[in-house]
Structures are given as structure tokens and as C-alpha cells.
């Protein structure tokens, strides 16, 4: 079955260490996004990729790194910079031209 | 600045009844508006979409009515049943284009 598959599902860490969460599709999509997800503050975008080699910003980058070698992958690093990383994290793919994304189960990050 | 006002942040309905989602926009150069669903410990997944060209798109009990001179749009969901329980995201983009800019979503709960 095509789809995004998202790892670890879970996942706790202590103040200061860097974590990469993985997101990996197998629906030959163009584009991939991660948003972050928080109770009462919708989703919110970090970065996206519309194709390999290249990525931009989105509105909260900040404290977070991503990589896109290949085009079914785009992790996502949390560094320790990021002040409050606690939340959901959702990655996302699409077909370049229509915005219909096809998201994963996500993985919840809680910082200990 | 919030490009995507959503309200209400949470709704109840009865089983049955009615329920409407309401979402209003600034950038006017948005031309693409869908709908995610999503239940708890998943990700969103598109419900319904609809395009400036057209007032209003039906899909089965799920309704998007648009109103382009007042830059809103809403969802209907008619005889609410307790599976439609599930938070319910709007959200705009300039198709093609830009990545989906989200409301921050409504808790909605629909009781027997």
C-alpha cells in the first residue's frame, strides 16, 4: 500500500540533545512538508521540499533542520535550539501542482 | 498575522443536527480551499475541497459553501453522527503554488 510512514511514533528526549525524526513515502510525490502540531494552534509549517536537493523555510524553521538526498525521504532533526519542541509532528506529501496532501500518523516528541 | 481564521475552536452537536465550521481569509490571491479531518492519534486526512469558481460543492453529508466577496467559507455536516467526532481543519493556498496555510482547527463532538 502506498502511503507515509512516519518514525518513531513516540518518542521522549532530554533538554539539549538533538533528535531527527524520519518520514519516508512511497507515493512518488514531488513535494514533502513537515508541520508541527500543538493543542489549540492548528498546524503549523517548518519546512518543505518541492524537489530533491531543495527546501524552504516555513513559518516556524526555527530550532530545526531538514535534508531531502532522495526524493521518498525528509527527515526532520529537532535540535537542541529549539526552545520548545515538545508537540505533534506531521509530515506530508503532494504531487507538485495540487495542493492535496497526504499525511502520515505522525510522531509525538516530548522533551523530558 | 493568522492568514486562516477558523471558528468555532470546539462544537457539540446532537446526533442528527447540523454542524458548521466557519473560516474566513485575508489573501485573496488564495484560489484553492480544503477541508481536513482527522481523529485522534492520526493524521488529517482531505475531506473536501472547492475552488473560487464555484458557490458551493456537496460530497455525500458534507457541504463547503463559499462566499468569495466576503472571503469566507464553511463546512456543513448534515445528520452529525458520532464518527464524524473528529477535528476538523480548513485551510488555503494558492494552488500550485504555496503551501497550505491552516486554520487552528475545531474539536468537534457529536453526542447520542
Known amino acids: 500500500d502506498g502511503g507515509i510512514t512516519q518514525s518513531p511514533k513516540y518518542l521522549f528526549r532530554k533538554e539539549g540533545q538533538n533528535v531527527t525524526l524520519s518520514c519516508e513515502q512511497n507515493l512518488n510525490h514531488d513535494a514533502m512538508y513537515w508541520y508541527r502540531q500543538d493543542p489549540g494552534q492548528g498546524l503549523r509549517l517548518i519546512y518543505y521540499s518541492q524537489i530533491v536537493n531543495d527546501f524552504q523555510k516555513g513559518d516556524i524553521a526555527e530550532g530545526y533542520s531538514v535534508s531531502r538526498e532522495k526524493k521518498e525521504s525528509f527527515p526532520l532533526t529537532v535540535t537542541s535550539a529549539q526552545k520548545n519542541p515538545t508537540a505533534f509532528y506531521l509530515c506530508?506529501?503532494?504531487?507538485?501542482?495540487?495542493?492535496?496532501?497526504?499525511f502520515g500518523a505522525g510522531s509525538r516528541l516530548t522533551v523530558l | 498575522q493568522q492568514q486562516v481564521k477558523q471558528s468555532p475552536q470546539s462544537l457539540i452537536v446532537q446526533k442528527g443536527g447540523i454542524s458548521i465550521i466557519n473560516c474566513a481569509y485575508e489573501?485573496?490571491?488564495?484560489?484553492?480551499f480544503p477541508w481536513y479531518q482527522q481523529f485522534p492519534g492520526k493524521g488529517p486526512a482531505l475531506l473536501i475541497a472547492i475552488r473560487p469558481d464555484v458557490s458551493e460543492k456537496k460530497e455525500g453529508r458534507f457541504t463547503i459553501s463559499f462566499n468569495k466577496s466576503a472571503k469566507q467559507f464553511s463546512l456543513h455536516i448534515m445528520d452529525s453522527q458520532p464518527g464524524d467526532s473528529a477535528t476538523y481543519f480548513c485551510a488555503a493556498s494558492i494552488r500550485g503554488n504555496t503551501p497550505l496555510v491552516f486554520g487552528k482547527g475545531t474539536r468537534l463532538s457529536v453526542i447520542a
Open positions: 489573501n485573496t490571491a488564495f484560489d484553492y
Open positions: 506530508a506529501s503532494s504531487m507538485r501542482g495540487p495542493n492535496v496532501l497526504t
